[in-house]
């Protein structure tokens, strides 16, 4: 059965503050890891990585991939209150479009 | 632009009514969409996959009789609650993914059973 697990459950930082998200996972045929932020509603997609070691750049937001030791880390620099959300981590199996996806990381920045 | 339309974004049933919720894939044509449940400050639990022309294909411990869903098209998917009970509130989301890209979501539905 295929298992993500995310680390921290929740995190509380000041604004301009540096995060980083925990992603490892237990997929069978892996075929990719996706990131997703949550607010109040639907969750929206950030990033999806397929390749080991290649850094994903967004503005402030970067993630990366190690498919050796099956993880990913999301990084936020330079927080602001905008980023307070619900991360979510998603594997993606080669065999299916099926995601499974992780419980999030719940990120609350503060002034 | 958004990429998925789902609607009603939330509705308010009474216990023992059905419920209907639409799934609209507006870029491209969609042979798969699947849908998902939240529960709250849960994750997104994967409850079926909505196959166009076929049934749908449901995940363990999901009532198939319960949750209807109805793929007619390749841009709609429809799930009814059927029956639905105050457990069954919750935030129901669908999703479609393109040959290539990454699952899209839609706004989801808030369903409360009174």
């Known amino acids: 059965e295929d298992k993500v697990v995310q680390s921290p459950l929740s995190l509380v930082v000041h604004e301009g503050d540096t995060v980083t998200l925990n992603c490892s996972y237990e997929v069978t045929n892996f075929r990719s890891l996706l990131w997703y932020k949550q607010e109040k509603k639907a969750p929206t997609f950030l990033f999806m990585l397929t390749s080991s070691g290649i850094e994903k750049k967004s503005g402030r937001l970067s993630s990366i991939l190690d498919k050796k030791e099956l993880f990913s880390i999301l990084n936020i620099t330079a927080t602001q209150t905008g980023d307070s959300a619900v991360y979510l981590c998603a594997v993606e199996p080669g065999t299916a479009s099926k995601l499974t996806f992780g419980t999030g990381t719940r990120l609350q920045v503060t002034l | 632009g958004a990429v998925v339309s789902q609607h009603p974004s939330w509705v308010i049933c009474k216990s023992g009514t059905s419920v209907k919720i639409e799934c609209r894939s507006l870029d491209f044509q969609a042979t798969t969409m699947f849908w998902y449940r939240q529960f709250p400050k849960q994750s997104l639990m994967l409850m079926a996959t909505?196959?166009?022309?076929?049934?749908?294909?449901?995940e363990q411990g999901v009532e198939k009789d319960k949750f209807l869903i109805n793929h007619a098209s390749l841009t709609l998917s429809t799930l009814t609650v059927t029956s639905a009970h105050p457990e069954d509130s919750s935030f129901y989301i669908c999703?479609?993914?393109?040959?290539?890209?990454?699952?899209?979501f839609g706004n989801g539905t808030r369903l409360t059973v009174t």
């Open positions: 909505s196959n166009e022309g076929s049934k749908a294909t449901y």
């Open positions: 999703s479609v993914q393109g040959w290539g890209s990454p699952l899209h």
